[in-house]
């Protein structure tokens, strides 16, 4: 139970902060930087409380049942790999939010920020332990959203916003190929457990299916982690907060795509597949960015494409597969977090006191920011591999692999060759970021007077540097404990001995670290001027620049194909795709149900009561004159639709269904009222369709005939077949037998919504609460300002009723004859009656949904009845925080089943002895009905005040239209 506790705590803090982060005042800066601080450092300290049981070899699990019944399980699995990464995640966590503490201006919304990077680190956090590999892919795309969202924070620039389309396009992409290899993982090897999953690397590399495995699940690694040909995206994720770059170069996102290939390569790798694929996009990588890097002027962008190359290094690795590989690839993962932190940390400090990025502005700021410029200068020696550095220890280990023999191949024969000359454009960019920055003469045109930053925001670079010399000096003692649990957590006991100290002589490896950085200098100082001009590259590169690529597919596939697609199947009017629509979902439902005899009816119909069938008789009626009213007048079809929807309301009630009845009615009610707002906003009706011209009128309504009788028909004897099976054969009789027994109520229908199928009702009031913002978002750009909702009573236009042009009369003119105080006294009259819905609803006709919409109805009323500005200056109530509420109110009832060893939305069900009443029934479905209450009145009522206040708007605008009007043929008249 600790275990699990512990894990649970890892991914689930940091969205829970989250939502605490929302929802905090834009003016607590302070307080959200604390929670997210404390957040991290809560991390940080149960990592420390379980490195002793990792660090004996432990492999920590904890499994949560989510749908049994499904094999859905939430599986987290902790072991020494994991804990390093998890290490980097909440310590350099802690040290980016000290830091955007000072960096983020005080004009930004601070909440948004802490929240979106509280939930990046839970998403990666969920990616680490996850010991479910479908799990692990939904923690996976969780990081694409969180990262698009983070990168888009300055949404209103547009370098933001095409940046974060731009990563969330590629890595969303890569995550569905993801997700293909996991499934067909999964199908191989009879399991989705990670564990199963590693331990069958023979039957994964012998199966027919291994080589598209291998292609999905390296598209998905390789466009996390910016490998070519998927490098493009991150140079343009630049346009994130200083913050966010830090974090994502550092131990987020784009270390998720090598914390893959290194977790996978035992039941991946070893193929000559493997080696070919993956070492030679690392190569390719590491070349490509290390060459880039030296043409960028911006800051940011030079250290992103830097971040590129060490990505194609790590990768390079991996891809070699041996042991040895594998522990170098480790190391370097924890070196290059540490140096690239405190580069990107540094590079927002420059950023932040002098105003600008661009090195070709920058010049001589060693003067004013001298513990700057010392911290910057340690960091990037560490990027170049300069000795007493922890980058150089990793690149010695990194140019050991590449010259030692592995298969004999051509690329295998390359690899020491490619390594130095990428070293060399390591070693030049690295000294051009230096030089460029701090030394030469002073800077003139700064937009700011350079000067060092707050003492705090400088301290997460002091540290993060200190760690570099300490790890680069002594690496045994600060390094040693930390890679051994990672490299014995992939390899087991294939790991080898390798020493990890500063000097192993005059070899190999270290006379390529000596060519790198000779001829580093070299190259940087025959080109130093070259590099600074408008070039963004190398003449070959820039013609093949993946960017430019990218955007002539996303013209193509985003606009001229599906324009083409449109203009061959998508006609402009709504009624023939809603009828093409129609006639698939017809036809797919007849060659599924054709032939289909236990549907037949068993008992036909027989001892029809006559009343009933008058019911019927008058619903048909009201059905088909609304559909015939349609054509001439919309409110008419309106009421006569009433009427249908009334008789089956009726029908309900007629056959015992009076949960059914009830929520019949008050929705009724409800969507009636909206169509009437919505009714006069209509289009005017054309005489002709565009593509009907050549079909005579009386044939299109003969055919929309045909099609409504057969689904309606089809409709009707579906469900009659199923209302007249024999007793017993209905999966309604198990409901009816078992609601009190297992879901403590008598009402069958509630029980089933809120016990029996409450993640369906979960997963309804979600998409509830979508279609309710979407309709506001959609909306909102027509709501008027406040001083003029209201409408003075003679400027409220009063239109034709029965005008052809479709308009109806607004629910305010309905209900002008019922006296507005009428309406407001029947406010507590709804609330009462939404109330007693409510609380009965377990055991009697009723329930959350019922009383949710009886209270929507009840606003609504003193919204139509009264001024609109009088109603909401004394009813107060913010939609959006009801369907908020109401979400966590029916997710935390459901995640309470946890705390007790049950599944998700598990429900208990017991008498509660209460003082002078006596045993009352208490079932915790309630809480989660009480949820699904206000989700349905936050989501109605958002939905009411968008559409109203539209139509108080366009109401407004036609009385405009109407006196300019009048003054205008007052003007002409007078001028006559």
């Known amino acids: 139970m600790i275990e699990q506790n512990a894990l649970l705590l890892l991914t689930g803090l940091p969205f829970g902060a989250a939502v605490v982060a929302a929802t905090l005042p834009r003016e607590a800066r302070n307080a959200e930087a604390w929670l997210s601080g404390v957040v991290m450092a809560a991390g940080v300290l149960i990592l420390a409380l379980l490195f002793p049981r990792i660090e004996a070899g432990e492999v920590l699990r904890a499994q949560i049942d989510w749908l049994p019944g499904m094999g859905l399980k939430l599986a987290l699995r902790l072991d020494g790999l994991a804990w390093m990464m998890l290490l980097l995640v909440f310590g350099i966590g802690l040290l980016v939010v000290i830091y955007a503490r000072y960096y983020m201006s005080p004009t930004d919304p601070v909440p948004r920020f802490y929240a979106l990077l509280l939930a990046f680190s839970g998403a990666m956090a969920g990616i680490l332990i996850s010991g479910n590999i479908i799990g692990l892919v939904v923690f996976w795309e969780l990081t694409s959203l969180t990262s698009f969202l983070l990168i888009g924070y300055w949404h209103r620039s547009h370098a933001a916003r095409d940046g974060a389309r731009m990563a969330l396009t590629v890595t969303a992409s890569g995550g569905f190929c993801l997700l293909a290899a996991m499934l067909l993982l999964g199908q191989i090897v009879g399991s989705y457990d990670l564990d199963t999953v590693l331990a069958s690397g023979d039957v994964i590399r012998a199966h027919p299916l291994y080589l598209p495995v291998l292609v999905l699940f390296l598209i998905g690694a390789f466009t996390k982690s910016a490998q070519f040909p998927f490098h493009f995206w991150l140079p343009n994720a630049m346009a994130a907060p200083t913050p966010v770059s830090a974090y994502l170069h550092s131990a987020t996102m784009v270390k998720a795509g090598v914390f893959l290939l290194v977790r996978f390569s035992p039941a991946l790798g070893q193929t000559p597949a493997w080696f070919w694929i993956v070492a030679g996009a690392g190569m390719t990588t590491l070349v490509i960015g290390a060459v880039i890097a030296l043409w960028r002027n911006d800051l940011k962008g030079l250290l992103a494409y830097s971040t590129i190359s060490h990505l194609g290094l790590i990768t390079a690795l991996v891809g070699i597969g041996s042991e040895l590989a594998i522990i170098a690839a480790i190391f370097h993962i924890l070196n290059h977090a540490l140096f690239k932190a405190s580069l990107f940390m540094a590079a927002g400090i420059i950023d932040h006191e ?232 017809l036809a797919g439902a007849a060659y ?114 045909v099609i409504a009788t057969a689904c309606g028909g089809g409709v009707a004897v579906l469900a009659f077949a199923i209302m007249s099976m024999p007793a017993g054969l209905s999966i309604g009789d198990w409901f009816r037998r078992n609601a009190y027994s297992e879901g403590g109520g008598t009402n069958a229908v509630n029980v089933i919504l809120v016990d029996f199928r409450a993640f369906d009702t979960f997963g309804e009031i979600t998409v509830l609460t979508i279609v309710a913002l979407t309709c506001f978002a959609l909306l909102r750009r027509f709501r008027p300002a406040p001083e003029s909702i209201a409408l003075p009573e003679q400027q409220r236009p009063v239109p034709a009723a029965g005008a052809e042009d479709g308009t109806a009369p607004t629910p305010h003119d309905v209900l002008m004859a019922i006296p507005s105080v009428i309406m407001q006294w029947m406010f507590p009259v709804s609330v009462m009656l939404a109330a007693y819905l409510f609380l009965r609803g377990h055991d009697l006709p009723g329930g959350g949904f019922a009383a949710g919409v009886a209270l929507a109805i009840g606003l609504l009323l003193q919204y139509l009845a009264a001024n609109v500005r009088w109603i909401e200056s004394r009813i107060v109530i913010r939609p959006t925080t009801w369907m908020g509420v109401g979400l966590l109110i029916a997710a935390g009832t459901g995640v309470g089943a946890f705390l007790f060893g049950y599944p998700f939305l598990t429900a208990s069900a017991r008498y509660v002895d209460v003082p002078l009443v006596g045993a009352v029934p208490a079932a915790t479905a309630l809480l989660f009905d009480l949820g699904v209450f206000a989700t349905v009145v936050g989501a109605t009522v958002l939905i009411q005040i968008a559409i109203a206040h539209q139509s108080l708007r366009s109401a407004r605008l036609r009385a405009r239209e109407a006196e300019d009007e009048a003054a205008a043929a007052a003007a002409k008249a007078e001028a006559r």
């Not at 560490?382 to 023999?405: I, R, T």
């Not at 998508?570 to 129609?582: D, F, N, S, T």
């Not at 009816?601 to 009626?621: C, H, K, S």
């Not at 169509?675 to 309504?701: C, S």
């Open 592 to 705: 599924v149900l054709w032939g289909a005899a236990r549907l037949v009816p068993e008992r036909p119909f027989q001892n029809i009561d006559p009343a009933f069938a008058l019911l019927w008789l008058v619903g048909a009626t009201c059905a088909l004159g609304a559909a015939w009213q349609a054509k001439y007048h919309r409110f008419a079809a309106l009421v006569m639709l009433g009427g249908a929807g009334l008789a089956t309301c009726i029908t309900f009630a007629w056959f015992s269904a009076p949960d059914l009845a009830v929520t019949q009615l008050l929705v009724e009610i409800l969507t009636t009222v909206l169509l009437l707002l919505g009714l006069r906003w209509l289009p005017k009706r054309r005489v002709e369709i565009a593509e009907d011209v050549l079909l005579p009128a009386r044939l299109r309504r003969g055919r929309d005939i």
């Open 354 to 585: 002098t105003g600008t990025r661009d090195m070709r502005r920058l010049s001589g700021l060693f003067g004013p920011m001298p513990r700057t410029g010392i911290l910057a200068i340690v960091a990037a020696a560490s990027m170049a591999g300069v000795p007493l550095a922890n980058g150089f220890l990793s690149k010695e280990m990194f140019f050991a692999e590449a010259a030692d023999w592995h298969n004999g191949s051509a690329l295998d024969n390359a690899l020491p060759y490619i390594a130095v000359f990428a070293s060399i454009f390591s070693v030049a960019y690295s000294l051009r970021f230096i030089m460029s920055v701090f030394f030469g003469p002073p800077a003139t045109d700064l937009p700011k007077d350079a000067h060092e930053p707050p003492s705090w925001m400088r301290r997460p670079v002091e540290l993060l540097v200190l760690l570099c010399l300490l790890v680069g000096i002594f690496p045994g003692l600060a390094a040693r404990w930390v890679l051994d649990v990672a490299a014995v957590s992939v390899l087991g006991d294939a790991t080898p001995y390798y020493s990890l100290t500063l000097w192993h002589g005059f070899n190999t490896p270290l006379k390529m670290s000596l060519a790198a950085l000779v001829l580093g200098i070299v190259v940087y100082l025959l080109g130093a001027r070259r590099y600074a001009g408008e070039s963004e590259g190398p003449p070959l590169l820039e013609r093949i620049r993946g960017q430019r690529i990218f955007d002539g597919i996303m013209l193509r596939m985003g606009w001229k194909w599906p324009r083409i697609l449109h203009g061959l199947m998508g006609p402009e009017a709504l009624q023939p795709q809603l009828r093409l629509i129609v006639i698939l979902t």
